[in-house]
T-cell receptor
Framework: DTGVSQNPRHKITKRGQNVTFRCDPISEHNRLYWYRQTLGQGPEFLTYFQNEAQLEKSRLLSDRFSAERPKGSFSTLEIQRTEQGDSAMYLC?????????????FGPGTRLTVL | AQSVTQLDSQVPVFEEAPVELRCNYSSSVSVYLFWYVQYPNQGLQLLLKYLSGSTLVESINGFEAEFNKSQTSFHLRKPSVHISDTAEYFCAVSEPQAGTALIFGKGTTLSVSS
């Protein structure tokens, strides 16, 4: 396994711009999760996919946020009209079919800074 | 709603000293419990987990945690720490009935010095 990868690792943008992050899970992991981590806090759940279906969304996922996993492999997280409060580390995790919630493997994260 | 409390935000210790990182959760229902570790500039790694069975679980690098249902706690311990254990440690819980999301505590920074 090459692990969960995320791109870009860092993103600096101006308020009001749109940004998109990509997550490539461990191959054959059918579940994919997005979390957000702000300074001094633990990761907070945003959303979860099983294959291409988005099965759960947190109330943290406002209308400006959208996530997709079109072919059940990689996933994208888009933030429209970014705000300074969106500055955070965005983490992606995947888990294998049989393990389910038992273990989530995390990527290195994408650090977003909104100026 | 489920919540996780890590009582210490920072724990400084000397090398070879014992350490305990405390974690309490709020749920009274059946839960799964996890400890994740985040080394500087790296992603979260699973350290150990409690799903069922023996209440004492161990990791491969000498950490252990004990599930205490009556106290709703899952404290992490190591009898002798190394400088390489310096990292941030996150306690997390999930409720099997409620879905798959992990609920994390705010983290504890363990700083080991010589």
């Amino acid at each position: 396994d090459t692990g969960v990868s995320q791109n870009p690792r860092h993103k600096i943008t101006k308020r009001g711009q749109n940004v998109t992050f990509r997550c490539d899970p461990i191959s054959e992991h059918n579940r994919l999760y997005w979390y957000r981590q702000t300074l001094g806090q633990g990761p907070e759940f945003l959303t979860y996919f099983q294959n291409e279906a988005q099965l759960e969304k947190s109330r943290l996922l406002s209308d400006r946020f959208s996530a997709e996993r079109p072919k059940g492999s990689f996933s994208t997280l888009e933030i429209q009209r970014t705000e300074q409060g969106d500055s955070a580390m965005y983490l992606c995790a995947s888990s294998p079919r049989l393990a389910g919630v038992y273990e989530q493997f995390f990527g290195p994260g994408t650090r977003l800074t909104v100026l | 709603a489920q919540s996780v409390t890590q009582l210490d935000s920072q724990v400084p210790v000397f090398e070879e000293a014992p350490v305990e990182l405390r974690c309490n959760y709020s749920s009274s229902v059946s839960v799964y419990l996890f400890w994740y570790v985040q080394y500087p500039n790296q992603g979260l790694q699973l350290l150990l987990k409690y799903l069922s069975g023996s209440t004492l679980v161990e990791s491969i690098n000498g950490f252990e945690a004990e599930f205490n249902k009556s106290q709703t706690s899952f404290h992490l311990r190591k009898p002798s720490v190394h400088i390489s254990d310096t990292a941030e440690y996150f306690c997390a819980v999930s409720e099997p009935q409620a879905g798959t999301a992990l609920i994390f505590g705010k983290g504890t920074t363990l700083s080991v010095s010589s």
